[in-house]
């Protein structure tokens, strides 16, 4: 079936260490992952993105990590800031007219 | 800010009522996408709409439906409210029907 699952629902972890969420999925034809950031009263904030067909992506602060073996999808924060603290949602997107399946979210605590 | 704006922000409705939820798109975008997400859960896809026509659609009855306008906002009409109903109605828009979707801030609904 489709799904895209979240490891731990809570992170905590104390400013300036790096975090790493973690997310898997079960499609093996799904060709497109997102992660989202959630505060709380305010919609998903669009992150990063990552095709298949690519192993990694960094962006400003954050990588994604992709394992298309293992069907593991992985979101890294350097130097975490209390401003990161929020829920994060993978989802996927198969091109099936712009459906986004999400996951059911980490929420990351970020100690000062 | 995602320049995607909903009305109104908070709903409170009896079930068996009727509800009208509304989305303005960013400006550019002619793709607006539902979603349910309940407390505590990722959101969930209800359906795309794109250019007017309806694009997509996830497991949800028919008593929600939608409606696109010439401008691109778009309405999310739900029939004979259930208290599962409650939740926070999130919109988002996108370019084309599978490009990257900016979510609004959302619009929490309760029904009683």
């Known amino acids: 079936g489709e799904s895209v699952g979240l490891h731990l629902p809570t992170l905590s972890v104390q400013e300036g260490d790096n975090s790493i969420i973690n997310c898997a999925y079960s499609n093996s034809a799904s060709d497109y992952f997102i992660w989202y950031k959630q505060e709380s009263g305010k919609g998903p904030q669009f992150i990063i993105d990552i095709r298949s067909n690519m192993d990694k992506r960094q962006g400003q602060r954050v990588t994604v990590l992709l394992n298309k073996t293992v069907k593991h999808l992985s979101l890294q924060i350097a130097a975490t800031q209390p401003g990161d603290s929020a829920v994060y949602f993978c989802a996927e997107n198969k091109n099936q007219g712009g459906k986004l399946i999400f996951g059911q979210g980490t929420e990351l605590s970020v100690k000062p | 800010e995602t320049g995607v704006t909903q009305s109104p922000t908070h709903l409170i409705k009896t079930r068996g009522q009727q509800v009208t939820l509304r989305c303005s798109s960013q400006?550019?975008?002619?793709?607006v996408s539902w979603y349910q997400q309940a407390l505590g859960q990722g959101p969930q896809f209800i359906f795309q709409y794109y250019r007017e026509e309806e694009n997509g659609r996830g497991n949800f009855p028919p008593r929600f439906s939608g409606l696109q306008f010439p401008n691109y906002s778009s309405e999310l009409n739900v029939n004979a409210l259930e208290l599962d109903d409650s939740a926070l109605y999130l919109c988002a828009s996108s370019l084309e029907q599978v490009g990257e979707q900016y979510f609004g801030p959302g619009t929490r609904l309760t029904v009683t």
């Open positions: 400006s550019g975008h002619n793709t």
